[in-house]
């Protein structure tokens, strides 16, 4: 016996001094049936195929309607085509609001969300740029001066009606100005190709094979991320920095579509629509629902017997879109009222989702944030 | 009374135990800064953040900046010493300052077996675990003793036993037993893990996890004492171990735990470990077997120990029920939550949103947490009123210093435990500037909605 303990004992002290690398890889397990009452795989394959990959097709399809009525734009830069041009760009900025919050994989490689849609938009150092004809959009110091930001300054911003900003395009200057505006959208076109090539050629594969539960499996950074995406770029972006939540003064300049100032409520529904959806496990273009955030919570409350938190959570975020939906544009809104008093209540109704995603669904699931001991107080 | 005194303090029992809990302790000790070291905590948890929670009472304990790479050193090198018995006193004595300062720096990462780890290295201090297979031992025969008072090795069963009590004390409760909670919740998540993933999410399994372990806790100390049950007990600590290390992220301590439980053994295991020991490090050991037993050199030392060793363990059976001089529910206020071996005991989280008001022109903002603490410190903080309380008492100064006129700090904070729906935890309507830290309770917490009934 004690031999058996001494052994044992040795054992315990060199797995000690040696195992802890583990709990960072993955334990790969056997694609065999388990007893567990949800599937964690079966939800990161609806989200893959049937949510994330549709809706980067599609918004990369959008893009590509853009680049095109911008081709049109450039052999011809009347009042008619600046029209079709501006409303591409109104649809692929729509589209892009549905593939702003997949920050993960490839997208988070390149960082997709920072290069395609940091606002508001550097106008000066756009102008300077046209003017001087040399910058280098890949640096990540140009992050402001391009993008669908950038775009909505080329398109909206440059004058104070269709005339003046035609103007531009017809001027002495027109070539530079062409020059610039083609190369933000080829930039923007070459970011989505590789985010959407990496993820029909491999990464599919890799984010649905990854379906443990530790800090760096598929579902555990999937729902951070989501829940990232919610607080600071729908809720705190597109919202409560342009009212002033955070600085304690309204700053309508911070308003997403800034220049174009009619269609910033417009994406940010949008967004929060898109974000219910992926809650929902709705696929894309379709109403059919497969599994999901919302249908996890429910098997997990099967054995709990605990509150209905996905439809308390969906209830709240339709609450919150009801609101958004009787506000104008946020720039007008911002701009108008002072305090904005309206808006400031529909924030604060998107606002009341976040402890409900932060708190309690993070808890239900036991989602790992980050990977410290922590025993639990 | 005076046999009892005279088996479990005076009798004189070998040395070996000591010195073999010495070794593992001191090696054990230098691993875990070594891991810490290597996972870039200390640049993450002490050199990265701009903000650190302090314990009340200790708030000049700050991180050095790059020199607490020196002090993890010290720390490391201090452990290293200990495991070899050099200059034992010193180095334990340093190893008690640097790690405890250590733990003292941010109590976001507060983890009961780093109190134990301080509690231990308090406690060794005072034991003479360098008087055998040591090198100060080796170098002076004058410090070298076969036998040591029964009463040395004895104070560190003790203080096992009380962790592990206690421990299962803190489990006798509502949540624990009859909604088999926390466990409920962190099980079925862990399907991944090797062989028992599947049944993690049967509910039978939840409950026979939760019962087994108040039952384990409670009862394995004594089970480790009588001779007869020992080795299975061990075998018992091991399999227990091992299994929250597999499902729980809580680093070292079931190694430590394991390693310590060797102490239960008979001298006779311990002498055949150091056996084996000198002769795979060539040493003759026959200088240790003096037959000399330790002895206390003045009577006021040996009077100063023992009154300090006995208020030690006072304060140890007394401490972690500090929390009924509180009203409310402990899990919820967590006023005397804390050093009471209350360990993976409860799933609590929280959001808190602070809002910062001029009390001159009636301008507001919210906080943007990020700006301030990592998300680590942030996950922490927004559950724990002491927690909250500091943090609003930083944003008063930093925002006056900013300009700001007479700031208020309000925080929307909704927390949620063990599975009820998260509801408001600070009164949002409390200017939490004008609230002082203290010992007191805290009624500016909201009173907890439900009942857990228990200890």
Known sequence: MKKIIGTLCMMTLVWACSSDSTTDDEVIIPDEKEEVSFERSAMLINWADNIIIPSYVAFSGDLEALINSFNTFKVDANEGNLTAFRSAWINAYTSWQRVEMFEIGPAESVGFQLNMNIYPTDNEKIDGFIVDGSYDLSLSSNRSAKGFPALDYLLNGLGENDAEILGFYNGDNKEAYLKYTEDVLLD???????????????????????????????????????????????????MGIPLGVFSGST????????????????????????????????????TTEGESLASYLDALNSVKNGEDLSTLINDQMNTAKSMVMDLSAFRAEIEDNIPPTNMLLAYDEVQKAVPMLKVDMVSAMSISIDFVDADGD | MESVINKYIKAPVETAPLAVFRILFGLMMFFSIVRFWSYGWIDKLYIQPKFFFSYFGFEWVKPLGVYTYLLFIICGLAALLVALGYRYKLSIVIFFLSFTYIELMDKTTYLNHYYFISLLSFLMIFLPANATYSIDAYLNPKKSFEYVPSWTVNSIMLLLSIVYFYAGLAKLNSDWLLKAMPLKIWLPSKFDTPFIGGLLGEEWVQYAFSWSGALYDLTIPFFLLFKKTRPYAFVMVVVFHVLTRVLFPIGMFPYVMIISALIFFDASFHEKILKYLSKFLKVDDTKFNNQKVYQHFSTITSKMKMTVLIAFFAIQFIFPFRYLLYPGELFW?????????????????????????????????????????????????????????EYAHFLKNHFEKDGHKNVQVFVDCQVSLNGRLSTTYIDPTIDLGKQRESFLHKNWITPFKDEIKGI
């Open chain 2, 333 to 389: 206020t967590e006023e005397g939550y804390r050093f009471s071996w209350r360990v993976m005991l409860m799933e609590k989280s929280g959001y808190a949103q602070f809002k910062i008001v001029d009390g001159e022109s009636g301008r507001w903002f919210y906080v943007d947490n990020t700006d301030f603490i990592t998300p680590f410190q942030e996950k922490q903080m927004a559950f724990q009123p002491d927690f909250i309380l």
């Open chain 1, 188 to 238: 923007m076109q070459t970011l989505t190709a590789t985010v959407v090539s990496d993820w029909t050629t491999g990464y599919r594969d890799t984010f649905v094979a990854n379906d443990g539960s530790s800090s760096t499996a598929s579902v555990d950074r999937m729902v951070n991320d989501y829940i990232f995406y919610f607080e600071k770029y729908l809720r705190a972006g597109k």
């Open chain 1, 251 to 286: 700053l309508p300049r911070n308003v997403e579509a800034y220049f174009d100032a009619s269609i910033s409520n417009d994406l940010f529904l949008e967004g929060l629509v898109a974000v219910q959806d992926f809650f929902n496990g709705k696929h894309f273009n379709s």
